[in-house]
């Protein structure tokens, strides 16, 4: 099995938390789903488990960040055009997401932020690497 990537994100509502990111097109592993954790598929090798705080905080010793206030982490993930992008805040806004700063248009990279219902900010972004600058 190659390298996977599991973030942990907690969150005050699982089941709110879940219709969230169920309408923005995202699955879930019913094998490492309770009441207190669900797997959220982002692709093969990409998987965000959301837990509740109380079960969250098991994990660690620290204070959980509040997100309200603080970010911990942007979540970035690729698109693969610009209207994969679009389409994925999109639905984040309907959702009840906030944009978090105005869309990014380089030409060959496109990017646009929303917080999710919890707080944790998220990017979408498509690039062209051939037609990226050259570096010097």
Sequence with gaps: MGTKIFVNL????????????????????????DANATCMII????????????????????????????????????AESRAAVDSLVDKAMAAGAKET??????????????EDLDGNQWESAWMDLAAAPPQP
Excluded: H, W
């Design 101 to 114: 700063k105005e869309k990014i248009d380089m030409g060959f990279m496109y990017q646009r932020s929303f």
């Design 10 to 33: 907690p969150v005050e509502s699982l089941d709110r938390a879940v219709g969230f990111f169920t309408k923005l097109g995202y699955t879930f592993n019913p094998q490492f789903t």
């Design 43 to 78: 692709s093969e090798d990409i998987f965000v488990m959301l837990l509740v705080k109380p079960f969250f905080k098991t994990f660690i010793k620290k204070e959980i960040a509040d997100t309200k206030t603080s970010c911990a982490a942007i979540i970035a993930l690729s």
